[in-house]
Each structure stands twice: as C-alpha cells, then as structure tokens.
C-alpha cells in the first residue's frame, strides 16, 4: 500500500537532515519554490485531501480562503494531539520531523505566511526536542530564515509547547494560547483565515495533513485524488488501540474496511471478532458503533458519517464484550468536565452533569428518567457553545444511549452492570 | 547546568534561553513568551511555581502579574504546589482503561503509600491520575517528569519506580 507520511519511519536515524535530505527530502520544496502559491493551492485542492485533524475540512479550500492582501500572515501546525485515543502525530514529528517542516514551508509559500509556529502539547517534551533540533538543522542548511534555499522566500519557523488543555486542540483556542492566553476558543466568524493569530489571516492545520503536502506536490493532486475513495482520498493514519492483539498507527488508503484495519493490521481483536462488542472510530468525541456495524463498515468520511458518527481524528478505539459501557462513557464523560475550558454555561454546567449523572448510573444509583435526562442534558449542550468541546462531551453520550441503550437500562433497573 | 534555585531570579543560562525564547515571537507580541517562560520558570525553580516565580515572569514580559497568574491556572502542567522529585502521573483514560491502567494505579498507590494527589513526605514522589497523554497504542502509560514510559504491566511499574536513582 502507498505510503505518504509514514514513508520514511522505518529508515534508521529517520529523524535526522541528513537520511530524510538521501531519501529525496526538500526535492519537493524546490520544486514548490518555483511554482506561483495559487498553483500549489490549486494541486491541494485537486487532491482532496481534507483536514486529518478532526474536522475533515478540505486542506486546499481553507489554504485558498486567505485573503491577497499585505497583513502578515501565519501558518499554524496543530501538534496538540489530545483527542483520547489519538497518537499518529507523534510519530510524524519524533520520526519524521523534516516532512513536517518541509509540507510546512511548502503551505507557507503558498498562502505567503512568512512566520509558522508548530503548538505541540506540553507533554510531548522529547518530541518537542527532536522537532526543535529539526527545526535547528533546517536553518543551519538554509531550508528556514530569510531566503530558503536562496531563493529569497522568508519563512521562519518556531516550536511552541502547550501545557495540557484538551481545549487547545480547538484551532482559536489554540491561538489563544499562542498569544499566551488562557486557551479559551474565540466565536467564529471571524475565522483565523480571516482574522488569526494576532490578528492577521492563519492558516491552522494538523501534523498529518501538512505531511501529507510534500508528496501531493511532488506527484500531483490528481494523483492523490486516486488513493482512497471518493470524497475520501489518500492515506490516513489509524492509532488503534485497546482490545486488539497488536495496537498501532498504521498508515493506509481511506475507504479500508474496519474489519480488515482490525484484523490484517492491528493483529485482531482480543479473543477474535466475534468477542468484538464496539469501536470508537474516530478518537473519543465520536459515537460508538456497535459489532453489527463494524462487520461491514468502511473507514472514509462518508460512510462513517451515515453509520452515524465521525471518522474524527482517526483513532480506533477498540472494545471487546469484557467492558461495561456505561463504565467507559461515565470516563469519558469525567473527561469533558476536566476539560471544558469554562467560558460557555451549557459546556461548563453541562459536562458537570453529564459526569455526575453517568459516575451515579455506573455505581448503581440511577434511577428511571435518568436516560432521558442524560438526552436532555445533551440536547442543552450540543450546538449552543462557542467551540466543538461541548458537541464532544454530549455525543458518546448519546451514542451510547442510541447503541447499548439495555445496559443503560439495566444499570438503572438492577443497580449493577450487566457484564459480569 | 547550574544547580536549581528555588526563588527567582533565573540564573545566567536561562536568562539567555529568555531571550532566545522572546526571538521566536513578534517583537511586539511578548505575551506570546508566557507560556515557554512559566515552563522555564518551572523547571529552574524547583519543579513548581510560587507566586513569586510568577511574578518575576510577569516582569520579564513587561504585563501584569494577573495575565500571569491566569495562564499558569489554566493549564493542568503548571503546578501550583510543589512536587516530588519524581513526578509519576499515570493515564487512566479510555485506551489505557481498556488495558488495565487500574492494576499499574493499584500497584502505585501501593508501593509509593499514596493516593492519586498526594505527595511523600520525604519530598520524593508525587503520584496524580492524568487524563489521556497521547502514547494510546502503547497503553497502559504514564510519565515521570519529562519521560513516558509505555507498553506498562504492574511487574514493569514496579522495577521502573525501583531503579529511578
């Protein structure tokens, strides 16, 4: 299968100018050089690739929403990777810090950011070394600072660590940050295309998708658009982890069956498929899926959307038959209320109740009316805060309710779960 | 590396990582220095930080100490208490639950006699429950300091806390 962001992980010292610069690194960005930035905008988006972050918004579209006039500009890489389950970008950046830099001074050129920040969460502190001695080696070959490659383009590039907010995975409350705030997102309109990083038009994107760039130019956006399927092009990484025999981040073409994801790359589930009880595809805020759907579900946008939850972040969560669900909602529900940043009532009061409701069915205290209270305590999130957070704290809720409903019911009927 | 003071003012290697830390950002855009600054403030003062440290990086950025003190309570890395020496945070969210992150608590909260929150008396560990650090596939995990330590069983826990020196 096509390898695009994990193509040089295997290589020894992968990490360094030297292996990435002997395996074709930085070709492209001369290539990109000599190309205008709407021609580089125009391949990303004849690629289709779209935002692996979580959104899943078309990269090339975002890239061309940057208004042609003289505001400095910035180009932001989204490292904060906290979405539970999620942890494909560390392997970009302590891997293959390069292909990063190198997608990176590409986009830059092309929207004519002159000044890129990479925010990566502060717990990623040796991965923020190896990035930072990255980004050292770069300037020291000329690939960073006022004239890359002699060409005299400027684009200076600096690594900038988070503390632990989840919230700051959330593009504005990123930028927030960045501008040494409180991460609190901001209301949009305006958005950063617009109105960014101190106040001028940024383009936000995650690890993957900026990796990804370095190949769509080297070989065409049209070549991209084949891998995939439709409205699903090109690779994406998978972090798979939790009751499967070989948990991992495998790089492979959307449109993959999750059956085959499962069983040919992450070595099975635990005591085989039929154990299976439900995947989380796509990093905790997206619903569960139940076995019956697993078995034929394919892995792309689409098709994970009409199953009835998000293809997200693309971390595979998987759950055998040992697990207890109103169990691991009531943890991820504890989650949300650590994580709300505060600002919007329904979020902040909402993922309170939510926690306490689910922390109160799982140790056998529920009582009838609880399920439809847990709905309407959703009902009064979704929608009605200023960033995603409050969506992701109300929607595992309801998927699990609309999935696994009798377990909810029996929880509240016998005090006690119904997995052994 | 100098020996780690525990009051401000930085000593003479972190004041020239100051300013390699304020060249990264706009020269008008300072603030952008907090974050780096409380990190690097934490690190030479002892592994927390006083509201004394806090101030001295509201001086260094030139903004008042409440913008200071509003970030450095936002964020769960800023301790605003002192530490252990060893820091050990343990993730119990969903993929590490899945893999039994209960057992490597258990057998943490036994051998270091302390709950999630608590810290030794001899100033030697403090042990907090943490939510998902980003290492899912290699579940269970946990960090001590700036260091994960990954693929864990209740046996490995146990040698990595026995051989810290």
């Known amino acids: 299968m096509t390898k695009i962001v994990f193509k040089n992980i295997h290589r020894e010292n992968s990490h360094t100018l030297a292996v990435y610069r002997a395996n074709g690194g930085y070709q492209t960005l001369e290539k990109a050089l000599s190309m205008p930035g709407d021609d580089i905008i125009d391949e990303v988006k004849r690629s289709g690739i779209r935002g692996r972050g979580g959104a899943g918004f078309p990269a090339g579209l975002k890239w061309s929403f940057i208004p042609k006039d003289d505001r400095a500009k910035y180009l932001v890489c989204n490292a904060d990777e906290g979405e539970p389950g999620t942890c494909k970008d560390r392997d970009i950046i302590r891997y293959d810090p390069h292909l990063l830099i190198e997608g ?3 986009a830059g050129h092309a929207v004519k950011a002159e000044r890129g920040y990479i925010y990566i969460r502060g717990e990623f502190v040796r991965e923020a070394e190896v990035l930072q001695a990255a980004v050292e080696e770069a300037y020291a070959a000329g690939l960073l600072g006022g004239s890359v490659m002699g060409r005299g383009v400027r684009f200076d590039l600096a690594v900038h660590r988070g503390a632990g907010a989840y919230v700051c995975g959330e593009e504005t409350g990123l930028l927030e940050s960045l501008e040494g705030k409180k991460g609190q997102p901001r209301l949009k309109p305006p958005f950063p295309a617009n109105i960014g990083l101190y106040g001028g038009p940024t383009v936000v994107n995650n690890v993957e998708t900026l990796a990804s760039v370095p190949d769509i130019i080297a070989n065409g956006g049209a070549w991209y658009a ?3 399927v439709e409205k699903s092009s090109g690779t994406k990484l998978f972090s798979v982890s939790g009751h499967v025999n070989k948990p991992g981040n495998f790089e492979v073409e959307l449109g993959i069956p999750l059956k085959v994801l499962l069983e040919e790359y992450a070595g099975g589930v635990r005591g085989g498929w039929e154990r299976l009880k439900g995947v989380i595809p796509g990093g905790s805020s997206s619903p569960i899926l139940p076995k019956a759907v697993c078995d034929t579900v394919t892995m792309d946008y689409d098709a994970i ?15 055998d038959q040992s697990v207890c ?14 994580e709300s940043c505060g600002q919007c009532s329904p979020c902040r009061e909402g993922t309170g109740w939510l926690s306490q409701m689910m922390t109160r069915m799982e140790q056998g205290k529920g009582v009838p009316g609880d399920i439809e209270l847990l709905q309407s305590v959703a009902d009064n999130i979704q929608g009605k805060t200023i960033c995603a957070l409050g969506d992701a704290a109300a929607l595992p809720v309801v998927g699990a309710i609309r999935a696994f409903r009798e377990e909810f019911e029996y929880h509240i009927t016998h005090g006690r779960c119904m997995v052994a | 590396m100098n020996a780690s003071q525990s009051s401000p003012p930085f000593s003479e290697a972190a004041l020239q990582q100051v300013e390699r830390i304020f060249q990264r950002y706009p020269a008008d855009r300072r603030q952008s220095a907090v974050m780096p600054l409380l990190h690097l403030a934490q690190k030479e003062f002892g592994g927390w930080l006083s509201q004394e440290s806090m101030d001295y990086v509201a001086a260094l950025v030139g903004i008042a100490p409440i913008r200071v003190y509003e970030v450095a309570t936002f964020y769960t890395m800023y301790n605003l208490k002192p530490v252990g020496k060893y820091h050990v945070q343990v993730c119990t969210n969903i993929s590490c639950w899945l893999c039994d992150s209960d057992a490597i608590a258990k057998t943490l909260q036994n051998k270091l006699r302390l709950s999630f929150g608590e810290s030794s008396g001899d100033g030697r560990f403090t042990l907090t ?37």
């Open chain 1, 104 to 106: 990176m001074i590409i």
């Open chain 1, 226 to 228: 084949k891998l995939g």
């Open chain 1, 305 to 319: 959307g009409r199953a009835g939850s998000m293809l997200g972040s693309g971390a595979v969560i998987v759950i």
């Open chain 1, 325 to 338: 669900i109103v169990r691991a909602i009531a943890r991820l529900s504890r989650f949300y209320r650590h």
């Open chain 2, 129 to 165: 429950e943490v939510e998902c650090l980003g290492a899912c596939v290699n579940a269970p995990m946990l960090q001590i300091n700036d260091d994960y330590y990954e693929n864990l069983t209740p046996e490995s826990v146990a040698k990595i806390i026995d051989q810290l020196p």
